[in-house]
């Protein structure tokens, strides 16, 4: 089943799009589709209808309605759920879906350089397109909402694809196109900005200027302002005609080695000590090798800077610091790179601290895992590498939720935090207190002091929204998870790759080994050495020897990556059959001895899981076997009959 919103509403069906004739039954289905998932409640849906006021038979037509689109949506989609109806949107069923995946795509190929794959992606996102969203649908509050929301993402895709196309040098074809664009949107600035870079490039120095002159003659006329500061930067530059700027961007190419000596400071750290005086611990002690590993974003770099300037004084030869870009694809380092990187570096030293940051692969560093008398290896990467000893391994996982606020008191100043920490607490659990996503919050909320902390947690909680927010200065919590999936197609694991994307619409935070096999489809043995290559490209955290937690924000990044050919639907059927054979099981020991305790603690376990499953149960055997068991549980016996 797949449906089409961008532009008039449309369904498949056997293999052609067909519309909904009724103007009440596409009503009804974008009210739906605005809240999928959800049940909405049928006097919400009469408000819909009928805005200004139901008739009295409103009830029996909306059951009509629903009746009527039912036939037309084949399958179970469309389900009736007290109070009101519900719509099963699984990823992938709307175009919307595919469009805001190839949003991200663009997104990140564009923060790591690559302005060709970025423009084809952007290019794509905006083909989907046909006309306005929801074009045939009634106006209502919600439908304006909706389509302003995914008009003003059209809009800014399109400056991101112009951008990129600039960068690659197609400025000359860019110009019809951007001068119909700044006559329809006038006051956008970005819009100007291109227009006035494309004619610069073009040889139209003075219309480049005429360009600036009118949008701030209108800024000041219509508004009483001045051009931002990017702008009014970039009309300096054209004044003095900057060489830089008619040199362009080239096509993104492998960075160059990077070695720095001495290292990197780091400033306003703060948490992770337990695990900061493990290494220091290690590496002083005698241990001449450490490895640190983690999640993404759990703040390894930043741990391993740190360590190595406590140790300095134990390394009176040198430090050595070195990315080797394992996590960056075809950019990573070879062994013998590294290796020769350095001996250049340390030369003929005899006590020196190597520190080999972003290690994706054992064989990057096999070769120096036996260092000099005198010298030591500290590691930084994803996975946890078996070649280091046991004692030299140290975990880094999430903060605490005192060390997050302490983080966001030290970025914004205790003023601020103090006076919204109620705020500051549900943007720290938003950003699931990862170092990566807390830092780049807290200096985007650093560098807007007129934001309100509750204001930008009510942004956050969006997770529409959320990848997009927590990026700043060339960073992004996005781009770090996408390097991840990056390292599960250089390992070619399509099993792994399939386990992400259905994890993503299970969009549970933590599976046992038996959910995941349950998943997958397979034995429990095979999940497990598929899910530990989740762990290993720092995607997913062990939390016990037989479950793991899926943080919410790398659930978005797989909806995002979400292949066509999963079989999504089926995969989350078997999770649901899995859970119904769970309740029976402990239907069947309510007779024995301390049972109902057991039971009842379970029950309290995995509620969250039970009523997230309920609501995608097509088949209701779940809710029906939950009911059940609570009555059990309440009544301390089985129900007869």
């Not at 075809?330 to 570096?345: I, K, Q």
């Amino acid at each position: 089943m797949r449906l089409r919103i961008l532009g008039p509403v449309e369904y498949l069906d056997g293999g052609e799009w067909s519309p909904i004739a009724s103007a009440k039954q596409r009503a009804l289905l974008a009210t739906l589709v605005l809240h999928a998932n959800q049940v909405v409640p049928v006097d919400r849906l009469l408000a819909e209808l009928w805005p200004d006021r139901a008739p009295a038979s409103a009830s029996g037509l909306l059951a009509g309605y629903v009746w009527r689109l039912r036939k037309q949506l084949t399958g179970t989609v469309l389900q009736t759920r007290a109070p009101g109806y519900q719509l099963l949107v699984p990823q992938g069923m709307l175009d919307v879906h595919e469009y805001d995946r190839l949003v991200a795509q663009g997104r990140a190929s564009a923060a790591e350089g690559d302005l060709s794959a970025a423009a084809s992606s952007f290019g794509r996102a905006l083909a989907i397109w046909r006309d306005v969203p929801l074009a045939d649908v009634p106006l209502s509050p919600a439908v304006m909402a909706e389509r302003a929301r995914l008009e003003e993402s059209q809009l800014a895709v399109i400056e991101a694809r112009i951008g990129a196309q600039i960068g690659l040098g197609q400025h000359e074809a860019l110009l019809p196109e951007l001068k119909q664009l700044v006559a329809q949107f006038p006051l956008r600035e970005r819009l100007h900005a291109h227009l006035m870079l494309v004619l610069y490039r073009c040889g139209h120095q003075a219309d480049a200027l005429g360009a600036y002159r009118d949008l701030r003659r209108l800024l000041v006329g219509e508004l009483g302002i001045e051009p931002s500061k990017p702008l009014r930067e970039l009309h300096q530059r054209i004044l003095v005609e900057d060489p830089e700027l008619v040199r362009g961007r080239e096509p993104a190419r492998p960075k160059p080695v990077e070695v720095v000596r001495p290292l990197p400071t780091v400033h306003g750290v703060v948490g992770h000590t337990a695990e900061l005086d493990a290494v220091v611990s290690l590496l002083s002690g005698g241990e001449q090798v450490c490895a640190v590993h983690g999640l993404a974003g759990a703040g390894k770099t930043t741990l391993l800077l740190r360590a190595a300037h406590a140790l300095a004084p134990h390394f009176p030869d040198g430090q050595v610091y070195l990315d080797v870009r394992g996590s960056a694809a075809d950019r990573a380092m070879r062994p013998e790179e590294v290796v020769d990187a350095v001996r250049r570096l340390s030369g003929s030293a005899q006590r020196v601290l190597v520190v080999l940051d972003d290690v994706g692969d054992p064989e990057q560093v096999r070769p120096l895992l036996d260092p000099a008398p005198g010298s030591a290896l500290l590691i930084g990467g994803r996975l946890a590498l078996d070649s280091v000893g046991p004692r030299g391994h140290v975990h880094l996982g999430r903060m605490t939720a005192d060390t997050a606020l302490s983080l966001l008191r030290s970025a914004l100043g205790p003023v601020r935090v103090d006076a919204e920490r109620a705020a500051a607490s549900e943007v720290a659990r938003l950003c699931e207190y990862s170092p990566l996503a807390l830092g780049l919050a807290a200096a985007r909320l650093a560098t807007r002091p007129e934001w309100r902390l509750h204001e930008f947690a009510a942004r956050l909680a969006d997770p529409r929204r959320r990848l997009d927010l927590l990026a700043h200065g060339g960073h992004s919590v996005r781009a770090s998870l996408h390097a991840g999936v990056r390292l599960l197609h250089r390992w070619a694991d399509r099993s792994a790759i399939t386990a992400l994307s259905l994890l993503g619409v299970l969009d549970l935070p933590v599976v046992s080994e038996h959910v995941l096999a349950a998943l997958l489809g397979e034995h429990v043995e095979r999940a497990e050495a598929v899910v530990d290559r989740l762990v290993d490209a720092g995607l997913v955290e062990r939390l016990r020897i037989d479950s793991y937690r899926i943080p919410d924000m790398v659930r978005l990044v797989a909806r995002e990556q979400q292949p066509s050919d999963v079989d999504a639907e089926a995969a989350v059927s078997r999770v649901v059959r899995h859970y119904v054979g769970l309740v029976e099981a402990q239907l069947e020991l309510l007779g024995e001895p301390s049972a109902t305790a057991r039971g009842l603690a379970w029950y309290r376990r995995e509620l969250g899981t039970l009523r997230a499953l309920s609501m995608r149960d097509c088949t209701d055997a779940l809710h029906k076997a939950v009911d059940e068991l609570r009555w059990s549980l309440s009544h301390g016996r089985p129900r007869v009959g």
